[in-house]
Structure formats: structure tokens, C-alpha cells
């Protein structure tokens, strides 16, 4: 009975992916304003109407920071054509850290195109929340450990797929090739049709 339910579900998903039925809509964001890697002002209203790909990381990354980005660039070159229609935001869990200078220069060394992919970085209580309460992905902090200790730095490492009313409509395992080929493939129908 529990293989026949799962063939059910797998077969109801693949119609439903066929058929193009809508992405779920899993949440929706609350408005924020953090500081771009050029020092201006960025958040929801510079967003609004645009759908975007979202993913968290901290420049000073010593293990998944580099792998989850060079993704997010697989992901910037593979929608090119949506020109800034698509945007791609990089929040900094390390935003102490993170200047708007140092964010600049990170982006400049992976090649990002500045015109679609904004790196983010403000206070720490306030990004924490938007990640957490927002985005419901993880990101902290071991207590007690130095500002040094950069192994106790947490933080999801899902891509999340954003619509351009500010719903979040999937999430995507950064590790797994075909859940970011899913990204790009849903990415690309979300900014056609946007359902």
C-alpha cells in the first residue's frame, strides 16, 4: 500500500509538471531593506515586481560559501536572457564582516553581474530574522565562540526561488545538480509566465 502511495504521489507531480500547473506558494516575505554591496539602500521595493533567486552566504567562508556561489553563478549565466527581470540576491549571515566593500569585492572575484545580482549585508538581529522568520531557512551562531572562529557560522544552503509578489515559491538543495537544474528550470517559467 505505501508503494502504491508513493507511485500515486510521484505520478500526480509528474502530471502536474507536464501539465504546467502552478509552483506552490509557500510564504510570503516580509518587507525588508538591507545595504547593497554598493552601499545603497535594497530590499522589497527594489524587488517588487521582479521575481529573484535568493541564497545565503558570508565572504570569509572557509567550507560551502564558494561551492553554493559558483552554483549561484551556473545559475546567473543559465538565465542570462531574462536580463534584470531576474534577480539574484546574496545575503551575508556575516554582515559584521561583510562591508559593502568587501561584498563588492567578492562579487567582482566570482564574476557576478551587478546590473542582476545583489550582495547584502546590514544588522545582524535584523537579517537573522528576515532568514530565519522570512525565508525559513537557518543561519546563526555558536554562543560564546570568537569572531574568529568562522566553523561556528550556520547557515542553510538552499537556493529560494521568490516571485514578483514577494511569495516564496520553492527551495532548492544548492548540493544536488538536479535540484538546481529544477531551480533553473522553474526560474525560467516563473519570469515567462509568472506562475
Known amino acids: 500500500m505505501a508503494a502504491l502511495g508513493v507511485t500515486a504521489t510521484l505520478g500526480a507531480m509528474l502530471i502536474r509538471g507536464q501539465s504546467g500547473g502552478p509552483l506552490p506558494q509557500l510564504g510570503a516575505l516580509p518587507d525588508f531593506t538591507f545595504t547593497r554591496h554598493d552601499g545603497q539602500p535594497f530590499g522589497s521595493t527594489q524587488l517588487r515586481g521582479k521575481p529573484f533567486v535568493a541564497n545565503f552566504i558570508f565572504t570569509r567562508c572557509p567550507t560551502v560559501c564558494p561551492a553554493f556561489t559558483r552554483k549561484m553563478v551556473g ?4 538565465t542570462a536572457s531574462h536580463g534584470a527581470g531576474l ?4 545575503f551575508s549571515v ?13 562579487g567582482e572575484r566570482h564574476g557576478a553581474d551587478f546590473s542582476r545580482w545583489s550582495f547584502l549585508t ?7 530574522e528576515t532568514i530565519v522568520q522570512g525565508f525559513k531557512v537557518s543561519m546563526g551562531r555558536e554562543p560564546g565562540a570568537p569572531e574568529d572562529d568562522l566553523l561556528s557560522i550556520f547557515h542553510g544552503t538552499h537556493f529560494v526561488l521568490v516571485d514578483d509578489a514577494g511569495q516564496i515559491r520553492g527551495y532548492y538543495d544548492s548540493a544536488d545538480s538536479d535540484s538546481t537544474e529544477r531551480l533553473i528550470r522553474d526560474t525560467r517559467r516563473l519570469a515567462q509566465t509568472g506562475h
Do not use: F, N
Not at 545559475?75 to 543559465?78: G, I, K, T
Not at 534577480?87 to 546574496?90: G, P, T, Y
Open 122 to 128: 546590514g544588522d545582524y538581529e535584523q537579517l537573522k
Open 87 to 90: 534577480q539574484l540576491v546574496s
Open 94 to 106: 556575516d554582515p559584521k564582516y561583510d562591508t559593502p566593500e568587501r561584498l563588492t569585492e567578492y
Open 75 to 78: 545559475v546567473q549565466d543559465a
